[in-house]
């Protein structure tokens, strides 16, 4: 068969990953609509860590869109990472109260795009560290299914940003 042959890191890789895809899957935020009371809110000792991995969300998200502000030709280039934050964000809104949830100073962001990748690149990985964080400190086995759904995301979109050639990052 014709291609790239699988390295030995790319097949261990993709055999670590591929259980927490298949179980993420399979893992439904519950109905916010039936009112049925068997939803169970999360366990208090996870409250914190979901506020914590919301604001991570919540800086990540502020940071690509100053990105795609200040260098306007990268919006293709991060929109899959702005859809992924908002999708994250839409599954983890209902276990954070709004007053809970932080308005970040808005980010500094070169005007170039190399500086503009790099700091989506550094913001991406503080977001990856704060998410495996939570993963491995959840109570509610649950969450930790969601947040590693969660994280295997975000090193793919931190993988594919880190891929790019220097100097000419998606041209």
Known sequence: MP???????TTVGAALVAPLL??????????????????APPPPEDSELVTAVVAALVR???VVEAATLSVPDLTPLLEPVATAH???????EGAVADADVPTPP?????????????????????????????CVAAASGDLARVLASMAASTA???AALGDLPAGREGS
């Open 156 to 158: 793919q979109h931190g």
């Open 22 to 39: 298949v179980a993420a899957c399979d893992i439904d935020p519950p109905s916010r609509d039936n009112g049925s009371a068997d939803a």
């Open 86 to 92: 908002a999708a994250h964000l839409e599954v983890l």
């Open 60 to 62: 990540a998200r502020s």
């Open 3 to 9: 291609g790239r042959s699988l390295t030995r890191r």
């Open 106 to 134: 808005p980010p500094r962001i070169p005007a170039d795009r190399a500086g503009a990748l790099t700091a989506v690149r550094r913001s991406e990985q503080r977001l990856l560290r704060e998410v495996r964080r939570g």
